[in-house]
Protein backbone atom coordinates (compact mmCIF):
# COMPACT_ATOMS: atom_id res chain seq x y z
CA UNK A 1 0.00 0.00 0.00
CA UNK A 2 2.73 2.60 -1.01
CA UNK A 3 2.06 6.47 -0.12
CA UNK A 4 -0.56 5.16 2.37
CA UNK A 5 0.04 6.34 6.26
CA UNK A 6 -2.24 5.91 9.10
CA UNK A 7 -2.91 7.88 12.59
CA UNK A 8 -4.06 7.34 15.81
CA UNK A 9 -4.67 10.56 17.87
CA UNK A 10 -5.85 9.08 21.92
CA UNK A 11 -7.04 12.36 23.35
CA UNK A 12 -9.77 12.43 26.34
CA UNK A 13 -13.14 12.11 25.30
CA UNK A 14 -12.33 11.04 21.75
CA UNK A 15 -10.23 8.65 19.80
CA UNK A 16 -9.36 9.09 15.91
CA UNK A 17 -8.00 7.32 13.44
CA UNK A 18 -7.24 8.88 9.97
CA UNK A 19 -5.71 7.55 6.99
CA UNK A 20 -3.74 9.32 4.34
CA UNK A 21 -2.96 7.89 0.61
CA UNK A 22 -0.75 9.85 -1.06
CA UNK A 23 -0.60 13.34 0.90
CA UNK A 24 -4.58 13.51 0.63
CA UNK A 25 -6.75 12.78 3.72
CA UNK A 26 -9.52 9.96 2.38
CA UNK A 27 -10.71 8.87 6.10
CA UNK A 28 -11.17 10.27 9.49
CA UNK A 29 -12.72 7.78 12.04
CA UNK A 30 -14.14 9.42 15.52
CA UNK A 31 -15.18 7.63 18.60
CA UNK A 32 -16.58 9.38 21.50
CA UNK A 33 -15.90 7.80 24.90
CA UNK A 34 -19.55 8.89 25.72
CA UNK A 35 -21.18 7.16 22.46
CA UNK A 36 -23.25 3.90 23.43
CA UNK A 37 -21.17 0.90 21.98
CA UNK A 38 -24.39 -0.47 21.26
CA UNK A 39 -24.81 2.56 18.23
CA UNK A 40 -20.79 1.85 17.00
CA UNK A 41 -21.26 -0.15 13.60
CA UNK A 42 -20.25 -4.02 13.98
CA UNK A 43 -21.95 -4.35 17.73
CA UNK A 44 -23.49 -7.13 18.68
CA UNK A 45 -26.81 -6.66 20.59
CA UNK A 46 -29.63 -8.29 21.92
CA UNK A 47 -32.57 -6.25 21.37
CA UNK A 48 -36.57 -6.04 21.94
CA UNK A 49 -38.87 -5.21 19.53
CA UNK A 50 -40.70 -2.25 20.81
CA UNK A 51 -42.73 -0.94 17.38
CA UNK A 52 -43.56 -2.23 14.12
CA UNK A 53 -43.76 -0.18 10.90
CA UNK A 54 -45.82 -1.41 8.33
CA UNK A 55 -45.41 1.35 5.97
CA UNK A 56 -41.68 0.34 6.08
CA UNK A 57 -41.49 -3.20 6.81
CA UNK A 58 -39.42 -2.90 9.33
CA UNK A 59 -39.41 -2.65 13.33
CA UNK A 60 -37.73 -0.46 15.91
CA UNK A 61 -35.62 -2.31 18.56
CA UNK A 62 -34.74 -1.17 22.06
CA UNK A 63 -30.84 -1.87 22.36
CA UNK A 64 -30.69 -1.48 26.06
CA UNK A 65 -29.05 2.27 26.22
CA UNK A 66 -29.75 5.78 25.72
CA UNK A 67 -30.62 7.25 22.33
CA UNK A 68 -32.70 6.40 19.50
CA UNK A 69 -34.11 2.81 18.72
CA UNK A 70 -32.39 0.42 16.51
CA UNK A 71 -34.17 0.19 12.86
CA UNK A 72 -34.56 -3.35 11.10
CA UNK A 73 -35.66 -3.88 8.12
CA UNK A 74 -37.58 -6.94 7.43
CA UNK A 75 -37.49 -9.71 4.24
CA UNK A 76 -39.92 -10.59 2.70
CA UNK A 77 -42.36 -12.79 5.00
CA UNK A 78 -40.38 -12.09 7.41
CA UNK A 79 -42.44 -10.55 11.11
CA UNK A 80 -41.88 -9.82 14.52
CA UNK A 81 -44.01 -8.78 17.17
CA UNK A 82 -44.07 -6.41 19.99
CA UNK A 83 -41.82 -7.68 22.99
CA UNK A 84 -40.03 -10.49 20.70
CA UNK A 85 -36.12 -10.77 22.06
CA UNK A 86 -33.67 -10.96 19.14
CA UNK A 87 -30.40 -10.53 18.56
CA UNK A 88 -29.19 -8.15 15.71
CA UNK A 89 -26.07 -6.41 14.30
CA UNK A 90 -25.37 -3.05 14.00
CA UNK A 91 -24.41 -2.42 10.21
CA UNK A 92 -24.97 1.38 9.84
CA UNK A 93 -24.52 3.98 12.67
CA UNK A 94 -27.14 6.39 13.82
CA UNK A 95 -27.67 9.94 11.96
CA UNK A 96 -29.49 12.37 12.48
CA UNK A 97 -32.52 11.74 14.20
CA UNK A 98 -32.35 8.37 13.21
CA UNK A 99 -31.17 5.35 14.92
CA UNK A 100 -28.58 2.78 14.19
CA UNK A 101 -29.54 0.16 11.16
CA UNK A 102 -29.55 -3.39 11.79
CA UNK A 103 -29.26 -6.54 10.71
CA UNK A 104 -31.21 -9.84 12.37
CA UNK A 105 -28.43 -12.56 13.49
CA UNK A 106 -31.62 -15.02 14.98
CA UNK A 107 -33.28 -15.58 18.36
CA UNK A 108 -32.22 -13.72 21.44
CA UNK A 109 -32.79 -14.17 25.12
CA UNK A 110 -32.83 -11.79 28.53
CA UNK A 111 -32.84 -8.30 29.30
CA UNK A 112 -31.44 -5.94 26.00
CA UNK A 113 -27.35 -5.44 26.10
CA UNK A 114 -24.64 -5.44 24.28
CA UNK A 115 -22.87 -8.55 23.44
CA UNK A 116 -19.68 -7.61 21.35
CA UNK A 117 -18.29 -4.05 20.49
CA UNK A 118 -17.81 -3.69 17.15
CA UNK A 119 -14.30 -2.98 15.81
CA UNK A 120 -12.47 -0.01 18.07
CA UNK A 121 -10.57 2.46 16.19
CA UNK A 122 -7.44 1.22 16.05
CA UNK A 123 -9.23 -1.90 14.23
CA UNK A 124 -10.85 0.11 11.90
CA UNK A 125 -7.22 1.05 10.98
CA UNK A 126 -5.91 -2.41 10.35
CA UNK A 127 -8.75 -3.53 8.48
CA UNK A 128 -8.11 -0.34 6.01
CA UNK A 129 -4.60 -0.37 5.97
CA UNK A 130 -3.57 -4.08 6.92
CA UNK A 131 0.17 -4.07 8.05
CA UNK A 132 0.79 -0.37 8.61
CA UNK A 133 1.78 0.67 12.30
CA UNK A 134 -0.19 3.75 12.88
CA UNK A 135 1.55 6.95 13.89
CA UNK A 136 0.60 8.83 16.88
CA UNK A 137 1.66 11.62 19.06
CA UNK A 138 2.55 15.31 17.93
CA UNK A 139 2.31 13.78 13.98
CA UNK A 140 -1.16 12.64 14.71
CA UNK A 141 -2.77 15.30 16.76
CA UNK A 142 -1.56 17.86 13.61
CA UNK A 143 -3.09 14.98 10.94
CA UNK A 144 -6.30 14.60 13.12
CA UNK A 145 -6.91 18.51 12.69
CA UNK A 146 -6.08 18.81 8.93
CA UNK A 147 -8.28 16.04 8.10
CA UNK A 148 -11.45 17.90 10.17
CA UNK A 149 -10.33 20.83 7.93
CA UNK A 150 -10.36 18.79 5.23
CA UNK A 151 -13.47 17.03 6.03
CA UNK A 152 -15.92 20.27 6.48
CA UNK A 153 -14.44 22.06 3.68
CA UNK A 154 -17.52 21.96 1.05
CA UNK A 155 -14.86 21.81 -1.97
CA UNK A 156 -11.90 22.20 -3.65
CA UNK A 157 -9.98 24.05 -6.09
CA UNK A 158 -7.00 22.38 -8.44
CA UNK A 159 -5.79 25.43 -9.71
CA UNK A 160 -3.29 23.76 -12.36
CA UNK A 161 -6.21 21.74 -13.58
CA UNK A 162 -8.78 24.45 -14.03
CA UNK A 163 -11.15 22.42 -11.64
CA UNK A 164 -13.69 23.45 -9.19
CA UNK A 165 -15.39 20.67 -7.18
CA UNK A 166 -18.16 21.19 -4.83
CA UNK A 167 -19.47 18.42 -2.84
CA UNK A 168 -22.35 18.67 -0.41
CA UNK A 169 -25.03 16.82 1.45
CA UNK A 170 -28.66 17.77 1.43
CA UNK A 171 -31.29 15.67 2.88
CA UNK A 172 -32.66 14.24 -0.12
CA UNK A 173 -28.80 13.46 -1.98
CA UNK A 174 -25.18 14.32 -1.93
CA UNK A 175 -24.53 16.36 -4.73
CA UNK A 176 -21.63 17.06 -6.54
CA UNK A 177 -20.63 19.28 -9.09
CA UNK A 178 -17.29 18.99 -11.26
CA UNK A 179 -16.61 22.40 -13.27
CA UNK A 180 -14.05 22.81 -15.13
CA UNK A 181 -12.72 26.27 -17.62
CA UNK A 182 -11.07 25.17 -20.61
CA UNK A 183 -7.73 26.54 -20.95
CA UNK A 184 -5.92 27.85 -24.14
CA UNK A 185 -3.68 25.21 -25.89
CA UNK A 186 -4.73 21.89 -24.27
CA UNK A 187 -6.89 19.57 -26.07
CA UNK A 188 -10.71 20.09 -24.88
CA UNK A 189 -11.85 16.74 -25.46
CA UNK A 190 -8.75 15.63 -23.06
CA UNK A 191 -9.16 18.14 -20.89
CA UNK A 192 -12.77 17.73 -20.25
CA UNK A 193 -12.27 13.68 -19.39
CA UNK A 194 -9.14 14.38 -16.99
CA UNK A 195 -11.62 16.87 -15.37
CA UNK A 196 -14.46 14.30 -14.85
CA UNK A 197 -12.14 11.55 -13.56
CA UNK A 198 -10.05 13.95 -11.00
CA UNK A 199 -13.39 15.00 -10.04
CA UNK A 200 -14.97 11.73 -9.25
CA UNK A 201 -11.81 10.47 -7.82
CA UNK A 202 -12.07 13.49 -5.20
CA UNK A 203 -15.41 13.54 -4.72
CA UNK A 204 -15.07 9.46 -3.74
CA UNK A 205 -12.36 10.64 -1.62
CA UNK A 206 -13.91 13.27 0.16
CA UNK A 207 -17.26 11.19 0.53
CA UNK A 208 -15.63 8.64 2.18
CA UNK A 209 -13.84 11.17 4.17
CA UNK A 210 -17.14 12.93 5.79
CA UNK A 211 -18.42 9.43 6.49
CA UNK A 212 -21.49 9.85 4.07
CA UNK A 213 -23.72 7.01 2.24
CA UNK A 214 -26.93 7.20 -0.04
CA UNK A 215 -27.87 8.48 -3.26
CA UNK A 216 -25.12 10.46 -4.98
CA UNK A 217 -25.73 13.03 -8.00
CA UNK A 218 -23.14 13.80 -10.35
CA UNK A 219 -22.72 16.75 -12.69
CA UNK A 220 -19.89 16.10 -14.78
CA UNK A 221 -18.63 18.41 -17.57
CA UNK A 222 -19.94 17.86 -20.82
CA UNK A 223 -22.82 16.54 -22.63
CA UNK A 224 -21.90 14.38 -25.32
CA UNK A 225 -19.98 11.69 -22.92
CA UNK A 226 -18.69 8.43 -23.21
CA UNK A 227 -20.99 6.19 -20.93
CA UNK A 228 -18.61 3.02 -20.73
CA UNK A 229 -15.65 5.42 -20.18
CA UNK A 230 -17.47 7.37 -17.30
CA UNK A 231 -18.70 4.21 -15.91
CA UNK A 232 -14.98 3.12 -15.93
CA UNK A 233 -13.93 6.58 -14.30
CA UNK A 234 -16.58 5.92 -11.40
CA UNK A 235 -15.89 2.65 -10.73
CA UNK A 236 -12.29 3.31 -10.13
CA UNK A 237 -13.08 5.93 -8.49
CA UNK A 238 -15.82 4.21 -5.58
CA UNK A 239 -13.43 0.80 -5.73
CA UNK A 240 -14.22 -0.59 -2.36
CA UNK A 241 -17.31 1.46 -0.80
CA UNK A 242 -19.89 -0.70 -2.27
CA UNK A 243 -21.00 1.55 -4.09
CA UNK A 244 -24.52 1.08 -7.17
CA UNK A 245 -23.97 2.57 -10.49
CA UNK A 246 -26.82 4.44 -12.47
CA UNK A 247 -27.15 5.07 -16.06
CA UNK A 248 -25.76 8.63 -17.20
CA UNK A 249 -28.25 11.06 -18.40
CA UNK A 250 -27.85 12.96 -21.72
CA UNK A 251 -27.15 15.85 -19.82
CA UNK A 252 -23.93 14.39 -18.40
CA UNK A 253 -25.63 13.92 -14.62
CA UNK A 254 -24.21 10.27 -12.82
CA UNK A 255 -26.43 8.98 -9.78
CA UNK A 256 -25.10 6.33 -8.15
CA UNK A 257 -25.84 4.65 -4.17
CA UNK A 258 -23.18 4.21 -1.75
CA UNK A 259 -24.45 2.66 2.19
CA UNK A 260 -24.74 4.36 5.05
CA UNK A 261 -22.08 2.94 7.63
CA UNK A 262 -20.73 5.37 9.83
CA UNK A 263 -22.40 8.33 11.36
CA UNK A 264 -21.54 11.21 9.48
CA UNK A 265 -18.62 13.35 10.56
CA UNK A 266 -20.38 16.87 10.85
CA UNK A 267 -22.77 15.25 13.03
CA UNK A 268 -20.31 14.23 15.64
CA UNK A 269 -18.41 17.56 15.79
CA UNK A 270 -21.42 20.28 15.40
CA UNK A 271 -24.49 21.17 16.36
CA UNK A 272 -27.55 22.03 14.52
CA UNK A 273 -26.53 25.75 13.45
CA UNK A 274 -22.96 23.94 12.14
CA UNK A 275 -21.29 25.76 15.22
CA UNK A 276 -18.75 23.33 16.78
CA UNK A 277 -20.79 21.49 19.48
CA UNK A 278 -19.78 21.48 23.41
CA UNK A 279 -18.61 18.43 23.84
CA UNK A 280 -16.27 19.58 20.62
CA UNK A 281 -15.15 22.39 22.46
CA UNK A 282 -14.18 20.77 25.51
CA UNK A 283 -12.22 18.02 23.21
CA UNK A 284 -10.43 21.01 21.47
CA UNK A 285 -8.89 22.50 25.03
CA UNK A 286 -7.64 18.97 25.94
CA UNK A 287 -6.44 18.10 22.65
CA UNK A 288 -4.83 21.55 22.25
CA UNK A 289 -3.28 20.99 25.81
CA UNK A 290 -1.63 17.77 24.47
CA UNK A 291 -0.34 18.54 21.59
CA UNK A 292 1.69 21.79 23.67
CA UNK A 293 2.89 18.99 26.31
CA UNK A 294 3.71 16.64 23.54
CA UNK A 295 5.70 19.37 21.72
CA UNK A 296 7.29 20.81 24.38
CA UNK A 297 8.31 18.50 27.42
CA UNK A 298 10.58 20.75 29.30
CA UNK A 299 7.88 23.48 30.72
CA UNK A 300 6.30 22.24 33.82
CA UNK A 301 2.86 23.30 33.29
CA UNK A 302 0.53 24.48 30.71
CA UNK A 303 -2.64 26.32 31.24
CA UNK A 304 -5.47 26.25 29.12
CA UNK A 305 -7.92 29.94 29.40
CA UNK A 306 -11.16 29.59 28.35
CA UNK A 307 -14.83 30.69 28.42
CA UNK A 308 -16.54 29.32 31.86
CA UNK A 309 -18.79 27.22 30.30
CA UNK A 310 -16.02 25.51 27.71
CA UNK A 311 -13.92 25.21 31.39
CA UNK A 312 -16.42 23.58 32.97
CA UNK A 313 -16.86 20.98 30.12
CA UNK A 314 -13.31 20.64 29.37
CA UNK A 315 -12.28 20.06 33.45
CA UNK A 316 -12.44 16.78 33.70
CA UNK A 317 -10.10 15.51 30.35
CA UNK A 318 -7.82 18.08 30.79
CA UNK A 319 -7.36 16.73 34.51
CA UNK A 320 -6.42 13.28 32.69
CA UNK A 321 -3.71 14.89 31.17
CA UNK A 322 -1.92 14.96 34.49
CA UNK A 323 -0.28 17.75 36.50
CA UNK A 324 1.51 19.93 33.72
CA UNK A 325 -2.11 20.35 32.35
CA UNK A 326 -4.51 22.70 33.73
CA UNK A 327 -7.44 24.89 32.51
CA UNK A 328 -8.61 28.44 33.85
CA UNK A 329 -12.20 30.31 33.39
CA UNK A 330 -11.91 33.54 31.94
CA UNK A 331 -15.23 35.57 31.29
CA UNK A 332 -13.51 37.55 28.86
CA UNK A 333 -12.99 34.79 26.27
CA UNK A 334 -15.69 34.06 24.12
CA UNK A 335 -17.30 29.98 23.76
CA UNK A 336 -15.00 28.03 21.64
CA UNK A 337 -11.90 30.50 21.89
CA UNK A 338 -9.13 29.79 24.37
CA UNK A 339 -5.08 30.14 24.25
CA UNK A 340 -3.02 27.60 25.72
CA UNK A 341 -0.15 29.67 27.96
CA UNK A 342 3.14 28.01 29.80
CA UNK A 343 2.55 27.96 33.20
Known amino acids: MSGVEVFLDDTPGEIRGIVARDGRFERLIIHREDDPPQHRLGARVVGRVIEADAAFRAVFVDLGCD ?46 RLLAAGPDVAERLRLLAPGLSPITGVEAIQASREAEEDALNPGEVFADRALDLAVQRTRALIAVDIDYTHLPGRDARKGRAQANRLG ?24 ALDPAQITEMARAAFAGDDATLGPLSRFGLLQLALPWRSRPVEEILLDA ?21 LSDTTAPRFTARCAPEDAAASASLVARLGPRAGVKADPAVAPGRFTVEEG
Open 67 to 112: GPSGFLPLGKGESLRAGEIIEVEVTAERREAKGPALKRLGAGEGRP
Open 200 to 223: LMHAARMIRLRGWGGLVAVDLVGT
Open 273 to 293: GRRRAPATRAIDVARSLRHRM
